[in-house]
């Protein structure tokens, strides 16, 4: 970990790809390009002006292959009519930005479904959000070298008892992917896919605060944004170990909150939700990418994005820390239509770092070595608990106050990563 100045050329122009989902009954997502020096600026941000947009009457899932530089882009029809045939997705070309080629059709349609790019593969599981019955496979792959799909082992962790679960976040780590759900009453749960292996398992963990979106792996740890406090950034590690019967087991550590990110505050404040990402930049150098809805504005011409840089540095007493770079401002041109949430948000300098599986078994076949304990200032599991409740009870409070009727999915059940 760097002790002090940013690894990031400050001079250089940097961009952040946004792609985004409007809160109104067009069912239009849009991307969105925000191009700026790290040095600071000078003079007020210009408008955020539309890269893409579509409207086509499809939710779309977006996930990147950094290998081969492009986006893929999948669509889905949600409840709304379910004999309108779903067209095919298809990739773009992240260098030109121009289309590039179409997706050979799913093998089975999802309403709603994750999309994740993990080792050069894009892996597509029916949202456990969806009404049964869900279709088999639940959980495909796409194989671009081979350009197919190809059944899964089915996610075994979907509910008969009315419970509905929904993925919010995942990670790419040693070989595993694991995914952050969280239920109706924003009960979190951990799980985990192994991809050589194609086993799904329940993950062991002690953090009590769900994280959202892709998360970031920098050597052994995860930073992730905070599912409801999405200002926050979190961070653990994970860990495989022998089992019984030489089974593998997955955990993570207790969680910790890195303190010290400075973001600026629009000129209109974010009511009710808002949402958040994490973007890699390299090194411990990233983005905080925040938005919300206006303060009752009713069709606002703009809606602004909170975009900070900021680095992982050691601080006193050798506890990570996070040291803010530059904040910014970035008014976004919605034209009068209604606010938009973030769904997946990447910059094409950098690639996502996925540890391979062969970095953690050496370490798995070692000897059992002394846990290290949380620093004193650290929170301890009762704290981090209190924490999460306070969070979650809020948050939920919120939600019941908004009696607005939707022609869309409500924002949780819509809002798969």
């Known amino acids: 970990m760097v002790e002090d100045a940013s690894m990031v050329n400050q001079e250089e122009d940097r961009s952040v790809y946004l792609l985004m989902s409007y809160y109104d009954s067009r069912y239009t997502d849009s991307i969105y390009q925000v191009t700026f020096k790290l040095g600071g600026v000078t003079h007020e941000p210009p408008v955020v002006e539309l890269d893409q947009e579509f409207y086509d009457g499809f939710y779309i899932q977006g996930a990147r292959i950094t290998n081969r530089s492009q986006l893929y882009i999948l669509l889905q029809n949600g409840y709304n009519d379910p004999l309108k045939q779903v067209p095919s997705g298809y990739s773009i070309e992240t260098e030109k930005w121009s289309y590039h080629s179409s997706l050979p059709p799913n093998i089975t349609s999802k309403p709603l479904a994750t999309l994740v790019s993990a080792y050069d593969k894009l892996y597509y599981i029916a949202s456990p959000v969806c009404l049964p019955p869900i279709k088999e496979p639940s959980f495909e792959r796409y194989d671009p070298a081979q350009n197919l799909w190809e059944r899964m082992p089915s996610f075994p962790f979907y509910h008969d008892d009315g419970i509905r679960l929904e993925i919010i976040g995942y990670a790419v780590c040693y070989g595993v992917i694991l995914f952050s759900l969280w239920d109706s009453d924003l009960n979190p749960n951990v799980v985990a896919f192994h991809e050589s292996i194609n086993q799904w398992s329940q993950v062991t963990f002690a953090s009590y605060a769900p994280f959202r979106g892709r998360a970031v792996v920098v050597g052994d740890t995860i930073y992730a944004v905070h599912a409801l406090m999405v200002e926050q950034i979190i961070a653990f590690s994970f860990k495989m170990d022998k089992g019984e019967h030489g089974c593998i087991t997955y955990s993570l550590s207790p969680l910790f909150t ?53 680095q992982i540095v050691v601080g006193e007493g050798g506890r990570p820390m996070i040291k803010t770079i530059q904040s910014t401002i970035h008014p976004v041109n919605i034209k009068g239509r209604d606010w938009f949430f973030l769904e997946f948000c990447f910059t094409p300098e950098c690639g996502d770092h996925e540890p391979i599986e062969g970095d953690i078994m050496t370490s798995m076949n070692q000897p059992k070595q002394e846990e290290i304990t949380l620093n004193e200032h650290e929170p301890t599991k009762d704290e981090n608990v209190l924490t999460w409740e306070v969070a979650r009870s809020e948050f939920l409070a919120r939600w019941c106050q908004r009696k607005r009727p939707r022609k869309k999915p409500s924002w949780s059940n819509r809002h798969v990563v």
């Open 258 to 310: 890195l303190r010290g990110l400075e973001i600026e505050c629009p000129p209109v404040p974010f009511c009710e939700l808002k949402t958040g990402y994490l973007v890699h930049l390299g090194n411990h150098d990233f983005f905080h990418v925040m938005t919300g809805s206006p303060n009752n504005e009713p069709r606002p011409e703009v809606q602004y994005l909170c975009i900070t840089t900021f």
